[in-house]
């Protein structure tokens, strides 16, 4: 059974980072062959992508988050980061990690995911 496990989330200070981390497990989970993303759930809106990265490491961004925040994967741990800097109160949301096949997209996991509060 595949298991995404977020971490690293809490409470900042506007202006703050954050290094949000996603843990891949499971038999038969090849994350080489997944595409990775961090989506964010603020309450009462619906969950909108934050950023993602492919199988060959091209990663794109929501208009709202370039050029604050990077996601980055390592293979061998299989491992997703999601470092957050010049965090504003408007980035407060549960940080969900999703795993989706690059080929087989009916193979499509999520963590349980992470709270981000950035209030001063």
């Known amino acids: 059974q595949v298991q995404l496990v977020e971490s690293g989330g809490g409470l900042v200070q506007p202006g703050g980072s954050l290094r949000l981390s996603c843990a891949a497990s499971g038999s038969g989970f090849g994350f080489l062959g997944y595409t990775m993303a961090w989506y964010r759930q603020a309450p009462g809106k619906q969950r909108d992508l934050v950023a993602r990265i492919t199988t060959d490491s091209t990663t794109n961004y929501a208009d709202a988050v370039k050029g604050r925040f990077t996601i980055s994967r390592d293979n061998a741990k299989k491992m997703v980061y999601l470092q957050m800097n010049s965090l504003k109160p408007e980035d407060t949301a549960v940080y969900y990690c999703?795993?989706?096949?690059?080929?087989?997209?009916?193979?499509?996991?999520w963590g349980q995911g992470t709270q981000v509060t950035v209030s001063s």
């Open positions: 999703n795993g989706r096949h690059a080929r087989q997209t009916e193979y499509d996991y």
